[in-house]
């Protein structure tokens, strides 16, 4: 984000100088799922612009809620302008239209640039079809507000559970781009961890030595406590050429 858009978006989220990064988010649809994620990022100290076509759905979003809400079609390009999309970071489209979401996501990515895009799908069959396409999707029926907020925020990792004495962590960690086509024993390799499952098209998959990351996988690690700064360090990083 330009430092501009920083001071344009950010000024209620704390000071440019602190240690928080402050990103700006833009959310289609203010459903339940879509408040909830706005409250959310908000809470973390982010800028939010939440629209809908319909005006008196912001009425899920608290009364402390500071963010924009920009009444019109996710997918009409003065809209999202008027929202900030040129400033966001990641954008998702949460709204009860499968049509509209795609649409808008892949307004979003292909018109204004914005990487980071999330879209919900009801039909499961057709989010993989979009999956396969380049645009994260959720199916209806596996979807929760962590879901999407995993896959908006900056790199690291997220705990998704833990031993009763706190030494071992399974945990969901992103990666590099630079370890997509890698085989899970390179990354064990490189990161002396191990690989419990993917995600891949919404499905948990068993991996194997020979399993290879495919772009849209969703990375669960376990690790040791003591050594998940180095594997978040090391996966979040381009592989080293000797990685295999």
């Not at 939010?48 to 009364?63: G, I, T």
């Not at 239209?97 to 895009?117: H, M, P, Q, Y």
């Not at 995600?199 to 406590?225: A, I, K, P």
């Amino acid at each position: 984000m330009p430092d501009g858009a920083r001071s344009r978006w950010c000024a209620l989220a704390g000071p440019a100088g602190g240690s928080v990064r402050c990103v700006h988010f833009v959310i289609m649809g203010c459903g339940r799922v879509g408040a909830t994620l706005a409250q959310s990022l908000e809470s973390s100290g982010h800028s939010v612009a939440v629209v809908d076509q319909n005006p008196d759905a912001f009425r899920r979003l608290p009364a402390e809620f500071t963010g924009k809400k920009v009444t019109g079609v996710g997918f009409d390009r003065d809209t999202l302008v008027q929202a900030g999309i040129e400033d966001a970071y990641a954008f998702a489209a949460v709204s009860d239209g499968d049509n509209s979401n795609i649409l808008s996501a892949r307004v979003v990515r292909e018109t204004f640039g914005v990487e980071k895009v999330v879209a919900r799908i009801y039909d499961p069959q057709r989010a993989e079809i979009y999956q396969r396409l380049g645009i994260p999707t959720v199916a209806t029926v596996r979807w929760t507000s962590d879901q999407v907020l995993r896959r908006m925020l900056p790199f690291g990792a997220t705990d998704e559970y833990r031993d009763p004495s706190g030494r071992v962590r399974l945990a969901q960690v992103d990666f590099h781009p630079g370890w997509i086509g890698r085989t899970v024993r390179a990354i064990e390799d490189a990161t002396e961890a191990r690989v419990a499952f993917v995600s891949r098209f919404g499905d948990g998959v068993l991996v194997t030595d020979r399993t290879v990351l495919q772009e849209n996988d969703v990375l669960h690690v376990l690790m040791d406590d003591e050594r998940a700064a180095v594997v978040e360090r090391k996966l979040t990083h381009a592989p080293k050429v000797e990685a295999e």
